[in-house]
């Protein structure tokens, strides 16, 4: 098995992957009538941030998803350090051939 081959295997068994990160905050509901954001609690909620076009972006997680999304966080930082491994092993190589 070749390195590229051996590199694409990598990768395919960690999809999906996501960049980013994800944070409980406190939001109210909007509804006059709660109680609990009447008392000043508010309800839990998660939120995905991430950066596009270098402007910070954030949507709203469902809690079904969350574990999901915290595993495809997981993923992605598990490949940007394979891809700085990569880049480490493309140096150390061409310091060799000199």
């Known amino acids: 098995m070749t390195d590229k081959e051996k590199w694409v295997e990598k990768i395919t068994k960690l999809f999906p992957a996501a960049k980013g990160s994800v944070r409980e905050v406190k939001k109210g509901c909007g509804y006059a009538s ?24 954030s949507h709203h997680v469902p809690k079904p998803k969350l574990a ?25 190589t061409d310091r060799k051939k000199k």
């Open 34 to 57: 709660c109680k609990r954001c009447a008392s000043g609690e508010k309800h839990q909620a998660y939120l995905f941030t991430y950066y596009q076009n270098g402007k910070q972006k």
């Open 68 to 92: 999901a999304i915290q595993q495809a966080l997981e993923n992605g930082r598990e490949i940007e350090r394979l891809m700085v491994e990569q880049a480490l092993t493309l140096i150390k």
